[in-house]
Nanobody, 123 residues
């Protein structure tokens, strides 16, 4: 069964850090681009950043540049989102998703999705 499972979401104060993980099972991660998306109630899901099969990283949000990094460990079948200097606007449900080879800001390009992990940035 093809599956992505996110973990690591939590309540954190502004300026704090979190590391999200995305564990893949049922398929070889090597040939997929993995994107992190986030969604808040009442808003559309937005792409945050993505790492392709060659480990090239694409940022979709200028607001996270310099604060968020993405990495992957194909042997462990895991992808990580390190989030530093968190802001109130970073609050949302974070999803990881897999697309064939290439990153794309269009969520419809991603065939597999996790169920999300909640990040709340609040003082």
């Amino acid at each position: 069964q093809l599956q992505l499972v996110e973990s690591g979401g939590n309540l954190v104060q502004p300026g704090g850090s979190l590391r999200l993980s995305c564990a893949a099972s049922g398929f070889a991660l090597d040939y997929y681009a993995i994107g992190w998306f986030r969604q808040v109630p009442g808003k559309e899901r937005e792409g945050v950043l993505c790492i392709n099969d060659s480990e090239k990283v694409t940022h979709y949000l200028d607001s996270v540049k310099g604060r968020f990094t993405i990495s992957r460990d194909n042997a462990k079948k895991e992808i990580y989102l390190q989030m530093n200097s968190l802001k109130l606007d970073d609050t949302g449900v974070y999803y990881c998703a897999a697309a064939d080879y290439v990153c794309d800001p269009n969520a419809a390009r991603y065939a597999f999705w996790g169920r999300g992990t909640l990040v709340v940035v609040s003082s």
